[in-house]
């Protein structure tokens, strides 16, 4: 057995040795180095040998194959140097091997025709007597699939036939032998035991046994063994297959043998001698059965695995206007919603390149996603049916989330035959693809994901030929989980009641700046689904949004996923980092349309804002002391503050006494932030009572400072209160920018 790989720089003559003139390959410059651009089975009558090929995938990106040996001394199988002898790899290319033909050949048989390259030959398998042949591959591979059936039948007959054969014959013992006698009793030195009539069902099986092991030698495979039968040498099977003297043999004993099981083990020998006799005498000729683009086999594999039937997805969506054709597409649970479906959209890479991924591909597969949504909205704005396919909520104008993905497969290299269904998540890849920042339910919002699957566990479930529903539905939902895990670590998620119970009427007041970042369930007429980009820049427009919405709406925490109504916590922010260093990722940011240059200049200034904070007694004062937190109230309650950028950026704070506005301490403030509820100033046992709704924004306190110098705080908060529209209650907490003290 010959092993070589595809698309792999072998010297010329190695090929040519194996290959002949019969399989075209593909020449580096120079000549010296050549590839074989091709995987699959190649039986040369020549060399009386298999050559497999196979694909490329089986490479590490260390040029190894199987990510350890050198492909070029592994190529004949049957030195006793070869490699990989050393870890009996040898054996596991065999399976390996056998894999990809029958993957290759199911191919064939789903397309009915070769539109793959033009070097591609099968010979198809049929039963004995039909005019066409099993090859030999295919001839190995039913004898090993017809031991594995009926080891158990062998195991039995075995017992069955051996029973009985070594009880002593007394009858002939003691008319055929002379006894000894002592003290009048005879003793017997030899006996004679039953005779063993012909078993020619033991003849059949033991020269079935004796070919797997024949072949076994010569292929570099394993197979179980049934104790009870005699092997003849491989010397001899291979006198039987030079002399002609097999299929002679067998037609001899053919009518022995009557039970299903032994006429069809008959057949199968028959028609490997058969086979293997033409081989010897010349007869025969090579087989081939090679593909030029084993990609193509891995997209039909995937698709098999994951996709819809192709009459079940409308042919513009997998055939798209535009010209570009879709690998993969199903429809399946929405992310968001668990009574409504979308469309996942997939597309094959079989083997990894440092180009595999580039910008055309991912280009093109944003562009199959848009497409998608173009589709159903056009429906929708048809007023076709939609069925249970929603992509976009009319009261929010928020579109649905449209999974979209790579998927490769990949060769476990500690155990290349591992068949385990396993989905791994390419946590180097992301794409996405945004009009708008920080809009999750834009329609030009879109993610894009990478896989690696399994390459050997796809292979198996392909060449099985499992329309197994439950096993499909499992890989759809590890998708599924995988998105939903992915967008809910990148977005902060809310679910948004509407306080004065009219949705429609608090969607419309706050629509522009909820637009793009709400959604509506279908199946919930109460509330919304907000989601927020955690990212750090976008903090504090995220606290801006909070601040300016809660008059309208109660805002609970929400994980995707799971079930809105199940869980109304209300949000709660533990740690927010205020870092003044964040700048809008756009030219035009959302921050009162200053642009970036103009923001930075924003941020530095109020990276001196200046809290002024009242104490009210020394109750009060010792509190704040000790935990060394300073709180203010958030809400609509009377002296309650919002989160603006102002409120969530303060740097100092100027803590002066109620009763006396110029005694004051000043103290430098951390940029960890908390917001309280009252269960936590309960259990920091705050000074004075509270309501159990009350809310409490809270500063970390550093260090006592004197960097401010001398402020005369009555003359601030005097003329703070002088130039405020609306009237300020004495103690209500007051930001000030280190710069405009003097100016205010």
Not at 53 to 68: G, L, Q, Y
Not at 406 to 424: A, H, S, T, W
Not at 540 to 566: A, C, K, Q, V
Request: glycine share 4%; proline share 2%.
């Amino acid at each position: 057995m010959k092993l070589y790989f595809e698309e792999y720089s072998y010297p010329a003559d190695l090929l040519l040795k194996n290959l002949g003139n019969d399989i075209t390959l593909s020449y580096n410059q120079g000549g010296g180095m050549a590839k074989v651009p091709y995987v699959g089975y190649y039986f040369n009558a020549e060399i009386n040998d298999m050559v497999f090929i196979m694909p490329k995938v089986f490479v590490s990106e260390n040029n190894k194959a199987f990510d350890r040996y050198e492909p070029e001394k592994i190529i004949d199988l049957s030195l006793e140097n070869n490699p990989l002898k050393g870890k009996a790899d040898d054996e596991v290319v065999f399976e390996l091997s056998a894999w990809l033909y029958q993957a290759i050949n199911h191919y064939f048989e789903r397309k009915q025709q070769s539109n793959i390259g033009s070097d591609i030959q099968l010979q198809r398998v049929r039963p004995i007597g039909e005019k066409e042949t099993k090859t030999i591959i295919e001839i190995i591979l039913s004898l090993l699939e017809f031991q594995k059936k009926h080891h158990n039948l062998f195991t039995y007959m075995s017992l069955i036939k051996s029973s009985g054969n070594n009880k002593v014959h007394w009858a002939k013992t003691i008319s055929r032998e002379q006894p000894l006698f002592k003290d009048g009793m005879p003793y017997y030195l030899e006996f004679r035991n039953k005779s063993k009539v012909i078993n020619f069902d033991e003849e059949l099986i033991s020269l079935f046994y004796s070919v797997l092991n024949y072949l076994s030698l010569t292929y570099h495979f394993k197979f179980q063994l049934v104790q009870g039968y005699t092997l003849s040498k491989p010397s001899r099977i291979k006198s039987l297959i030079e002399s002609g003297k097999g299929t002679r043999l067998l037609k001899k004993i053919r009518r022995n043998y009557f039970t299903d099981e032994l006429v069809e083990l008959w057949n199968l020998l028959y028609m490997f001698f058969n086979r293997a006799e033409n081989i010897a005498s010349g007869k025969a000729r090579s087989e081939k059965l090679l593909v030029s683009n084993f990609n193509l086999i891995f997209e039909d594999m995937i698709d098999q695995l994951i996709s819809d039937k192709r009459d079940e997805v409308p042919k513009e969506l997998r055939e798209q206007p535009d010209g570009k054709i879709v690998d993969h597409i199903y429809k399946a649970q929405s992310i968001i919603e668990d009574n409504q479906q979308i469309y996942y959209i997939g597309d094959s890479k079989y083997y990894k390149e440092t180009t595999d991924l580039g910008k055309n591909s991912i280009f093109k597969q944003f562009t199959y996603a848009k497409n998608v949504i173009q589709y159903n909205i056009n429906l929708f704005n048809n007023k076709d049916d939609v069925g249970d396919c929603r992509y976009r909520d009319p009261l929010t104008e928020g579109y649905n989330i449209t999974p979209n993905f790579f998927i490769r497969g990949v060769i476990d290299f500690e155990n290349p035959r591992n068949q385990e269904q396993k989905l791994i998540k390419d946590s180097t890849f992301q794409k996405e693809n945004k009009h708008f920042f920080n809009r999750l339910f834009d329609r030009d919002t879109l993610f894009l994901q990478s896989y690696n699957m399994n390459f050997m566990f796809v292979v198996a479930a392909y060449v099985r030929n499992t329309d197994d529903v439950a096993l499909k539905k499992s890989i759809q939902s590890m998708f599924r989980q995988d998105f939903i895990d992915f967008i809910d670590n990148k977005f902060d998620f809310s679910i948004l009641e509407a306080r004065n119970g009219n949705l429609l009427e608090s969607v419309e007041r706050n629509f522009k700046k909820l637009n793009g970042k709400i959604y509506h369930p279908s199946d919930n007429s109460n509330i919304v689904i907000l989601a927020l980009d955690k990212d750090e820049k976008y903090q504090f427009e995220n606290l801006r949004i909070l601040s300016e919405i809660e008059d309208d709406f109660l805002i609970y925490e929400y994980h995707l996923g799971t079930n809105p109504d199940e869980v109304k916590r209300p949000v709660q922010y533990q740690y927010l980092r205020t870092s003044g260093s964040m700048v809008a990722e756009s030219n035009e940011s959302s921050y009162g349309g200053k642009t970036n240059r103009q923001y930075e200049e924003y941020q530095k200034s109020q990276q001196n804002t200046i809290l002024f904070g009242v104490y009210v007694n020394k109750e009060h004062l010792d509190w704040i002391l000790n935990n060394k937190k300073y709180n203010v109230r958030l809400g609509s309650r009377v002296g309650a503050v919002k989160r603006t950028q102002q409120v969530t950026s303060a740097k100092y704070l100027v803590l002066y006494d109620s009763s006396s506005e110029n005694t004051y301490k000043v103290f430098n403030l951390s940029d960890k932030h908390y917001i309280w509820n009252a269960e936590k100033m309960r259990e920091m046992k705050y000074y004075k009572n509270f309501t159990e709704n009350d809310q409490y924004y809270i500063y970390d306190i550093l260090n006592e400072t004197d960097e401010l110098g001398e402020i005369d705080v009555a003359s601030v908060l005097k003329r703070v209160k002088e130039n405020a529209k609306e009237e300020i209650v004495k103690g209500t907490p007051i930001y000030v920018y280190k710069d405009e003290i003097n100016t205010i």
